[in-house]
């Protein structure tokens, strides 16, 4: 089976091609045009979809060897995400389905995430703990089948992603935070600040508006403007926050993992890339004696082979969905998440 995979829910456009469980195509287009304003500018994500999309495919076909006639099944992100970049994958991917007569699937970004370690050699087995954290979630999954997945804890704030990229925009360093702080992180070495680790009154919740603030006020209580810092003080500051956000997920996780029996764990998501998460989940996994799967690094990130992957499993499920299916700014449209 051929399926095409098609995400555009933010600011990287991607086409894949799935042929027989093989990845045959990733391609990934990333914006980084955005840098400059600090963040993503919704109308400016959607044209250059818009341009980018077509000349993918091509690509993407050209890479897999195949043509179009020979594709399947088209799955592409339904939402969430910015509503006029969700539009372009997804009515494009609905267009091409029609036009074929060959089945389409709207995917929920989200879930492509979380299912993502499956695209590893090494898959997660059910029932597993999925800790899938992005831009826009943090979400700590029981996964027991593809179709039963329980929501055990979410953040009541900032996702972790968007902390990072916020403390990163304090320090000067720009948007995405992510990779920037773990760069300028592993150029710290010896102590640590303390930054805070906020309780939240559910179990499995999490919070990340607290080590924001506490980030923010180091920096007016010592520097008065973030202009006077120096390098090390970016590094000590980058260390410290990378160090106790990384933390506060680990101890959920730790507890669910021993709530929770579970045959593996999986993490996924944006911020799955962040090497100190991935030594301390690997950590958490040897201690609790579970099989960790963690996707390779260009699986972290947005891209379609995870949209493809989703899409199919949920095809071979039986699930179908109506064309009338519009893209959504939020709140998943399956309801699988509960
Ligand atoms: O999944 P993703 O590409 O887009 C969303 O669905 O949100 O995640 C993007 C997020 C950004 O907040 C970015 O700063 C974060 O993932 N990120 C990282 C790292 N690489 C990307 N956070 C921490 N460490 C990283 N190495
Ligand atoms: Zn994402």
Do not use: W
């Amino acid at each position: 089976m051929n399926v095409l995979g098609l995400e555009s829910s933010c600011d990287e456009t991607s086409v894949s091609i799935i042929a027989d469980d093989v990845i045959k195509s990733n391609l990934i287009s990333s914006q980084d045009f955005h840098i400059k304003y600090g963040g993503v500018v919704p109308e400016l994500s959607s044209r250059a979809h818009l341009q980018i999309i077509n000349p993918l495919l091509k690509q993407s076909l050209q890479e897999a060897n195949l043509s179009l006639k020979d594709i399947d099944l088209v799955c592409a992100t339904a939402g969430p995400g910015l509503i006029g970049a969700l539009l372009i994958g997804l009515t494009y991917g609905k267009a091409l389905a029609y036009g074929m007569g060959k089945p389409f699937i709207p995917v929920d970004h989200v879930e492509g995430h979380l299912f993502s370690g499956f695209l590893m050699e090494e898959k997660p087995e059910y029932p597993f703990l999925s800790l899938t954290v992005s831009g826009g979630h943090t979400l700590l999954l029981l996964v027991s089948s593809p179709t039963d997945i329980k929501k055990l804890g979410t953040t009541i704030d900032d996702a972790v992603g968007e902390a990072f990229d916020k403390v990163s925009k304090m320090l000067g360093y720009g948007y995405p935070g992510g990779p920037k702080i773990q760069e300028a992180a592993s150029k710290h070495l010896g102590d640590l600040i303390p930054f805070p680790i906020s309780n939240t009154k559910g179990e499995y919740d999490f919070s990340f508006s607290g080590i924001k603030t506490a980030v923010l006020r180091y920096i007016q209580k010592n520097f008065d403007t973030a202009e006077k810092l120096e390098e090390e003080d970016k590094n000590l500051i980058s260390a410290s926050f990378q160090n106790y956000a990384v933390k506060a997920l680990i101890q959920k996780v730790e507890k669910a993992v021993k709530n929770f029996s579970v045959k593996s764990l999986s993490l996924s998501g944006g911020v799955a890339a962040n090497i100190f998460l991935r030594e301390e989940l690997s950590l958490l996994a040897k201690r609790n004696n579970k099989k960790l799967i963690i996707p390779a690094i260009q699986f972290c990130g947005d891209n379609a082979a995870m949209i493809a992957f989703r899409g199919e499993m949920l095809y071979k499920e039986g699930l179908s969905f109506s064309n009338e299916l519009n893209a959504y700014p939020s709140l998943t449209f399956n309801k699988l998440i509960r």
